[in-house]
């Protein structure tokens, strides 16, 4: 009943445009028109407007108390905006006094959406795969990410795609599900991040003599946390050289943070080990067997 209400308003609307156009002189065909048309564009414009000044405001409102992220939000709004959009057409239309279009368009669109979830089942399953990364949160604008082999910062996010930025300044446009199917690295989700640096040295070098080398120059790095303190353990005999794993702590680390502080600390130990004699040696590899050589005498004959 209120439907149908608000459509006989509607269908009243346009009439009573039509009848006022008629009476400044318009042929009744074209006032009938002209207030179908100015019928149409009213209501749309009115639902249109009280959307963007009420409804996107409070919206914008709950998100902050929610303290929802930014990437998060700007979908969001492009969605209302779309619904407001179908909405102030559909309002349209009723004003105009088409409610056998809407229901025809109704019936359409059903069928389409079936098709269209078909053939753009790919589309569909990026874009829930997008409403699981706003949801869950395994990153944010601003991240350094590692995935399936990648890495790079996250600089957007969508409901289908997210667009990555690569150390040699690449940007990766990468599906939603190709991130929400595997698994996520994310170095910088917490506020710390634990660096394992591996050093080896020889067998006839001094293990503890090395271990305090490593420590002491943790120790003294400015970026390397002393609280969890670094630790080293001795983690593999390989055919080589004894390697010795430093693990290191730096606070609010980025792929910038992680790359310069691990690069400053092996180039201070690598200094050390040198001047206490310290080895740090290369793979070494002893072949053995036979070399037989066919055709030699051949060879000495002929030269004979």
């Not at 910062?153 to 690449?170: A, C, G, L, M, W």
Request: proline share 5%; glycine share 10%; aromatic share 8%.
């Amino acid at each position: 009943m209120i439907a149908g209400g608000a459509l006989q308003v509607g269908v009243g609307l346009s009439g009573s445009i039509a009848r006022l156009l008629a009476r400044v002189g318009l042929p009744d065909t074209v006032a009938g028109l002209l207030g179908q048309v100015i019928a149409f564009l009213a209501a749309f414009v009115v639902v249109y407007l009280v959307g963007r000044s009420v409804l996107i405001p409070l919206i914008n409102r709950m998100m902050t108390s929610r303290d929802m992220e930014p990437h998060a939000r700007r979908p969001i709004r492009r969605l209302l905006v779309v619904l407001l959009v179908f909405v102030g057409v559909t309002a349209g239309f009723g004003a105009a006094g088409y409610p056998d279009f809407l229901r025809s368009l109704a019936t359409i669109a059903a069928a389409a959406t079936l098709a269209i979830g078909f053939a753009m089942q790919d589309v569909l399953q990026n874009f829930v795969a997008g409403i699981f990364i706003y949801t869950d949160k395994p990153f944010k604008i601003g991240d350094w990410i590692q995935w399936d082999g990648n890495s790079g910062v996250v600089e957007d996010i969508s409901f289908r795609v997210t667009r990555v930025r690569t150390f040699d300044n690449e940007l990766l446009t990468v599906p939603n599900s190709s991130l929400t199917d595997g698994v996520i690295k994310n170095p910088v989700a917490k506020n710390r991040l634990r660096v394992q640096v591996p050093f080896g040295i020889g067998y006839d070098d001094d293990i503890e003599a090395a271990t305090d080398i490593i420590l002491e120059e943790a120790r003294d790095h400015e970026d390397v946390l002393e609280d969890p303190a670094p630790t080293v353990r001795l983690t593999e005999l390989g055919d080589s050289s004894v390697t010795l794993t430093s693990r290191i702590w730096i606070d609010d680390p980025s792929r910038s943070d992680f790359v310069r502080t691990r690069a400053e600390y092996v180039q201070t130990v690598k200094r050390r080990f040198d001047e206490e004699g310290i080895n740090i040696p290369y793979p070494n590899r002893t072949l053995g067997g036979e070399l037989t050589i066919s055709g030699l005498g051949e060879v000495e004959a002929t030269e004979g």
